[in-house]
């Protein structure tokens, strides 16, 4: 080689380090994390998903005292409402704001917020300041559920993400069985206020945990917009839905000027979001997360069985004491076969997902065993032992939860990475907002059986009726359940079965693999 050419190649050479300096390196990418980095990921948050769980169910003993506490108990029911609203209505601005900023600041947030609404509320010193303190607080909690759930997301693979099941089961399980109990000694024996106060250490320490855990959370910042104005017409639509439904028949009456103008109010906010999606280059929710035939199933799969469960966790138990003559601590307790099998058969659920490649076929089998159940159910209200009442409501428990973790699963999978938190948010605010429209019929339907009307408490009604008015009334509340969980049954047929994204091996951990095509923004 002449001297000339061993310049030019050497000249090459050195252009060639230099490029490859500016370029980034593999190192920047987000690592792939062990099981152990995982579970301690996994731990950390579920603090923060105990936090919300366990508001849910700790409020609910506490209420009579409270209302007594302050001479207001036709205003209790907004102690529930308030935070019902606001914890919908931002659950999908959480999902949006952690792609752009990141889930661990946007989590810390959420935790701050929920703790200041939880000092707030249990140092109101009046009804209208608890009620603003659980608005706050819901403010917070509407993220806590849908954050942990998106995190997950991001640090497991959907093919391994039934491992941590077991994780998640249980935060429900202990809240869902603990929140009453714990509610009603502190309320009983010491104040009521400490049911907010509890929050603050936890709080405190689930802070403390995820603020270190969640900085091995990987992400890649990118450019994104929020869309104000899609946020605000979308948050609108959805309180004023939930006003509609939680006063029609209570506060007003179904067919009523107040409540048509609720619900009209609602329809023109929700057409204008509508608009606001094809208008705006970059929408609160991507047009390519609402077109998505799998998210679409899914979430209306999951939906429907996250309703159907909300419901009859508070008509249930008015069932067992005014049909089956129990005490409302026995009550209590006979919801715990129910909530149980629902949190077993979850976990077994997205365990399993981990392992068989037809996985659909678990809700396939649930959702008709638990259908004919309540069909069961309807026929004998009265009739039907209570020993075989339990278990019959054990497996229909056990058919909800075999939709819970397929349904977040496949929508997670079925979308790119940059959209799993807006995609997961969306998920958890549409079935808050289905719950509230199953639990505004079911409360009908008992209603216009035990001959009450508006503004009359179905409690007292039903504890007034006759045998046959109660079981005629309660006849049509699991008749109407069954059919929500066809309308899941259906849409999971129709949800697509696509395969899983994951390592190879089951014994490796991965970071959920990045998509092959291109990311359009938005």
């Not at 899914?298 to 008015?318: D, N, Q, R």
């Not at 009739?383 to 009442?389: D, I, K, L, Q, S």
């Not at 997670?412 to 429209?437: D, K, P």
């Not at 109660?470 to 049954?489: D, P």
Request: charged letters at 10%; aromatic letters at 8%.
């Amino acid at each position: 080689m002449s001297p000339v050419a061993k310049l030019k190649t050497k000249d090459a050479q050195q252009r060639s380090a230099k490029v490859a300096a500016k370029v980034p390196a593999k190192a920047d990418e987000p690592k792939a994390l062990t099981h152990p980095e995982i579970r301690a990921i996994v731990v950390g948050i579920m603090l923060a998903m105990f936090l919300g769980a366990l508001d849910q169910t700790i409020v609910a003993t506490a209420l009579p005292t409270i209302g007594r506490h302050f001479g207001e108990l036709e205003q209790l029911s907004w102690v529930v409402t308030a935070y019902l609203l606001t914890g919908t209505a931002v659950t999908p601005l959480y999902g949006k704001l952690s792609d752009i900023y990141g889930r661990r600041p946007v989590m810390l947030a959420a935790i701050c917020i929920f703790v200041i609404g939880s000092i707030a509320c249990a140092m109101a010193p009046s009804m209208l300041a608890l009620v603003f303190g659980r608005a706050l607080q819901g403010l917070g909690g509407g993220g806590l559920m849908a954050l942990s759930q998106t995190i997950i997301a991001d640090i497991v693979s959907p093919k391994e993400r039934g491992r941590y099941q077991g994780y998640i089961g249980a935060v429900f399980a202990v809240s869902s069985v603990g929140g009453p109990v714990l509610g009603g000694f502190l309320t009983e024996h010491l104040d009521w206020s400490l049911i907010f106060w509890i929050n603050l250490p936890l709080g405190l320490a689930a802070l403390g945990m995820t603020s270190s855990v969640l900085k091995r959370v990987p992400f890649t910042p990118r450019k994104h917009r929020l869309d104000v104005i899609g946020a605000l017409l979308m948050m609108v639509a959805a309180v004023v839905l939930l006003l509609a439904l939680s006063w029609g028949g209570r506060r007003y009456d179904w067919i009523s000027v107040q409540s048509g103008v609720l619900l009209a109010t609602s329809v023109v906010f929700w057409c204008l979001f509508a608009w606001r999606l094809t208008a705006t280059k970059e929408p609160f929710l991507p047009l390519t997360v609402l077109a998505n035939p799998v998210v679409r199933c899914a979430t209306l799969a999951g939906s429907c069985c996250m309703g159907t469960l909300v419901g009859m966790t508070i008509f249930v138990p008015l069932y067992f004491e005014v049909v089956h003559h129990l005490t409302a601590g026995q009550s209590g307790i006979a919801l715990i076969p129910m909530m149980g099998a629902t949190v077993l058969s979850s976990t077994i659920t997205g365990k399993a997902m981990s392992h068989v490649v037809r996985y659909k076929r678990m809700p396939l089998i649930g959702l008709p065993i638990g259908i004919l159940c309540l069909g069961a159910l309807a026929i004998w209200p009265a009739a039907m032992p209570m020993p075989v009442v339990l278990v019959v409501l054990a497996i229909v428990g056990a058919a909800f939860g075999s939709v819970f973790p397929i349904s977040t699963v496949c929508m997670q999978n079925a979308v790119t990475r940059t959209h799993v938190g807006v995609a997961t948010g969306a998920a958890n605010f549409f079935r808050a907002l289905i719950s509230a429209l199953v639990v505004a019929v079911l409360g009908a339907i008992v209603l216009g059986g035990l001959g009450g009307g508006t503004g009359e408490a179905v409690e007292m009604l039903a504890r007034a009726a006759s045998g046959n008015m109660l079981a005629h009334a309660f006849r049509f509340v699991f008749l109407t359940c069954g059919l929500v969980l066809a309308f899941a049954l259906a849409f999971m047929v129709a949800m697509e079965e696509r395969p899983l994204k994951g390592p190879p091996t089951a014994g490796a951990a991965t970071t959920p693999q990045a998509p092959a095509t291109p990311i359009p923004a938005g």
